[in-house]
């Protein structure tokens, strides 16, 4: 194995991450109760929306928030497909099963959550200081997918978790034929679906009671 060596750039950027890093840490390191409301304790997934667009600007800016959440040797498998326009919903309705048709239809974006099982040709520029990253996932098909899939899924979190920080509301949903899908948006390429998520501005009159979470104490141990 070839030990990675840091050119003079990288150990500047090195520096510099390491300064960053300890500087946000020296402020208020913990979110307010509302910010933490919004994001998870209190925030449904939502069924109906409102008629209220989703602007580029807005999408991009998630994008950006997105792509800085951390993957497994910065592999980022993940692509999305955000689907706005109602040719490409249409496109999705095909693939959908039927209780998601009307909810997909009425959401401003529905976005694909995809896995790109060539990430790994994109290592050299995503890893550059580990010359031996690509190598690792050549001819190993099983740690590919694992990679792929279990980053991919972490990177739709990541999204999820940004669009409420925006002040989107979200609605996740695994009801559809992957495979279709795969056909109508994916084709030609090593890219597979995982999951879709519909984004926008949520009709509140459209949720129901929140369900029954469990306890620390019975999923969770301390060793």
């Known amino acids: 194995?070839?030990?990675?060596?840091?050119?003079?750039?990288?150990?500047?950027?090195?520096?510099?991450?390491?300064?960053?890093a300890s500087e946000l840490k020296q402020g208020n390191t913990t979110l307010d109760e509302h910010a933490l409301d919004l994001i998870i304790r209190e925030a449904?997934?939502?069924?109906?929306?409102l008629k209220k667009d989703v602007?580029?600007?807005?999408?991009?800016?998630?994008?950006?928030?997105?792509?800085?959440?951390?993957?497994?040797?910065n592999t980022c498998p993940a692509r999305f497909i955000f689907i706005r326009s109602e040719q490409g919903k249409q496109r999705l309705k095909k693939c959908l099963a039927p209780l998601n048709v009307d909810k997909v239809l009425a959401a401003p974006v529905t976005v694909i959550?995809?896995?790109?099982?060539?990430?790994?040709?994109?290592?050299?520029?995503?890893?550059?200081?580990n010359p031996n990253a690509q190598?690792?996932?050549?001819?190993?098909?099983?740690?590919?997918?694992?990679?792929?899939?279990r980053n991919g899924t972490l990177q739709g979190g990541y999204l999820m978790i940004a669009a409420r920080a925006l002040g989107l509301d979200?609605?996740?949903?695994?009801?559809?034929?992957?495979?279709?899908?795969?056909?109508?948006?994916?084709a030609g390429t090593n890219i597979k679906s995982n999951f879709l998520c519909s984004l926008g501005y949520g009709d509140t009159s459209k949720i129901f009671q929140r369900l029954p979470r469990f306890e620390f104490d019975e999923v969770c141990e301390l060793i």
């Open 1 to 20: 194995m070839t030990t990675p060596k840091f050119t003079n750039a990288q150990l500047a950027a090195i520096e510099s991450a390491q300064k960053l």
């Open 44 to 49: 449904r997934s939502h069924n109906g929306w």
């Open 55 to 73: 602007s580029d600007d807005l999408l991009k800016q998630l994008y950006d928030i997105v792509k800085m959440g951390s993957t497994s040797m």
């Open 113 to 129: 959550i995809g896995y790109d099982l060539d990430f790994a040709q994109h290592m050299p520029k995503l890893f550059a200081h």
């Open 135 to 149: 190598s690792l996932f050549a001819n190993n098909e099983k740690l590919t997918l694992d990679t792929a899939f």
């Open 170 to 186: 979200i609605g996740p949903m695994s009801g559809f034929n992957n495979a279709a899908a795969d056909e109508a948006f994916f």
